[in-house]
């Protein structure tokens, strides 16, 4: 095993350890009841790896076998988990919270009341993280998204607006921070102007520096000030900059984040399962070399440190720069507190997610007076991501529903139109909206209804493409809150609170 206390000595030789320490790799919660997969994680922590990062899971299993790596690792281990939308976007049984733009969408700044409740959702986050064991969660997303049609980032974002986006950043590192916990800023230096997906190929940013600096940057910048301690670099080439990948490129790791921007904390790669960085050769070498401490979800762990060995023997691998990263390891790893009882309130977390979601629900400017749509004289018609049509709580309501795909019996002039969008923010899926021909169908249905209202359960920059309807409603996710939040605020029970954070209005 690993001696955590000694890594820094013997600066003339890299053991293998030591590579290990620089890893976080993947660690599936749903498959841990497998005694061969839990095996092979044991004997990465005795072999000395970093952390992991974990994706699924169930709460009272997952705890457990948090809890038995930890006390079998020599030293602390990082465990990371994508967690954007609370611990619920990861564990069952914990508290899913609404999306960062239905979190902006909810939060009016200059209200004291507002603050204090968006505080409130990320301490009971910070809370459900500490309970499970999880120690760095790989969030917020500070990337400002200008493109609508991003197919990564789109609603994890806060805004389309760098002060937005950096405000709210700035509170949800501070309230992370202050929990005891590593939050972690991402994708440096911002991937919310893109139409690529990173999962699948290389994003090409066209953006000069000053756009850079005076946009993506803005909200990382006031991260570094409020103390975030670590940050994400992104599979993204910046020409004006770098035409080197991000995440491999020393002059934005180590010229602009490290030497100009003054960060000190550590730096991850974005995952190095991700095709964006699939062509290139001694990729893990070269993110260390450029100013990475941490390689994030390599494919193989044990094939990444060979390759490292072997790129010290080859000269391609700056021992100084493995030496430098283990300090900051070693330094963020004196902060992890790995035996914890904490109370923690699951149910009040539940009720203060709902309530925000509720409050997120937004009547898109533009849109004429609100109206309650009659189950009876009302055609729903469900579009996008079939796996939510059918099922819905707005399905449920309005018996009278529809597939898009499927066949419309009823006269559609003699009925009130409700049309529900469905789309998610994946990573491989590339799109964040809906084909054109989908688009096109729904246009032809409003023009034929009487009078019509589209719910975007996702994107809000679909609601641009029809404008022509009377009421245009941005839900932000395709959850069940939402759903009932949505319908609330149709049967008049509650007020649309919310106020969009991006501009659909030109679309």
């Known amino acids: 095993m690993i001696n955590f206390h000694t890594m820094q000595t013997g600066r003339s030789v ?12 993947r660690l599936d919660g749903h498959s841990i009841s497998c005694a061969s997969y839990r095996n092979g994680i044991v004997d990465l922590v005795k072999k ?16 457990p076998f948090i809890g038995e790596l930890q006390a079998l690792s020599v030293g602390p281990l990082f465990i990371a988990s994508d967690i954007e939308r609370g611990v619920g976007q990861q564990i069952d049984g914990a508290t899913h919270f609404p999306c960062q733009m239905a979190m902006a969408a909810a939060i009016h700044m200059e209200r004291h009341e507002d603050v204090a409740l968006y505080k409130s959702a990320i301490t009971a986050i910070a809370k459900e993280s500490l309970d499970i064991g999880i120690n760095m969660p790989l969030t917020p997303v500070l990337d400002v998204n200008q493109n609508p049609s991003n197919p990564i980032i789109c609603t994890r974002a ?23 916990l590593i939050s972690c800023a991402k994708h440096f230096p911002g991937h919310g102007d893109t139409e690529t997906d990173s999962h699948i190929a290389l994003p090409v940013i066209g953006k000069t520096e000053r756009e850079l600096r005076e946009i993506d940057l803005v909200p990382f910048v006031e991260a570094i000030k409020a103390g975030v301690s670590s940050i994400m670099a992104a599979h993204l080439a910046i020409p004006a900059i770098d035409a080197t990948p991000a995440s491999l490129s020393k002059k934005i790791l180590t010229g602009l984040l490290r030497d100009e921007l003054s960060f000190n904390g550590l730096i991850l790669t974005d995952a190095l399962n991700m095709d964006a960085l699939k062509d290139i050769g001694d990729v893990s070498a070269r993110c260390l070399n450029a100013g990475a401490d941490i390689l994030l979800h390599p494919a193989d762990a044990v094939e990444t440190v060979q390759s490292l060995y072997e790129c010290i023997g080859r000269a391609k691998l700056n021992k100084d720069a493995i030496h430098a990263s283990t300090k900051r390891i070693l330094r963020a790893k004196q902060k992890i507190r790995t035996q914890l009882n904490t109370s923690t309130d699951y149910d009040g977390h539940v009720k203060l997610s709902t309530k925000i979601t509720e409050k997120s629900i937004t009547l898109v400017p533009g849109s004429k007076q ?32 529809v597939s898009l795909s499927g066949e419309v019996s009823k006269n559609v002039k003699e009925m009130t139109l409700l049309v529900a969008i ?17 688009i096109d169908t729904i246009r032809e249905f409003i023009s034929k209804a009487s009078r019509s ?42 007020g649309y609170e919310g106020r969009l954070p991006v501009d659909v209005s030109a679309l």
């Not at 790896?49 to 899971?57: D, L, N, R």
Request: charged letters at 20%.
């Open 14 to 25: 890299i053991r293998h350890e030591t590579l290990y320490q620089l890893i976080i790799n």
């Open 158 to 180: 806060f805004s389309e607006n760098p002060d937005v986006v950096a405000w709210f950043g700035r509170i949800y590192v501070e309230t992370m921070e202050a929990a005891g």
């Open 370 to 401: 609100p109206f309650i749509p009659l189950p009876s004289e009302t055609l729903l018609i469900e579009a996008g991501e079939d796996k939510f049509h059918g099922t819905s709580m707005l399905a449920q309501y309005f018996r009278n529903h």
């Open 422 to 438: 469905y789309t998610s923010i994946s990573a491989w899926k590339g799109s964040s909206g809906i084909p054109q021909s989908e």
């Open 453 to 494: 209202v589209v719910v975007s359960f996702g994107s809000p920059y679909l609601l641009g493409q029809f404008k022509e309807a009377d009421v245009l409603i941005a839900a932000y996710e395709a959850s069940k809150q939402a759903g009932i939040a949505v319908l609330k605020c149709l049967k008049g029970q509650l």
């Open 48 to 63: 000395g790896i970093g952390g992991f990062i974990v994706f699924g899971g169930i709460k009272e299993e997952i705890k």
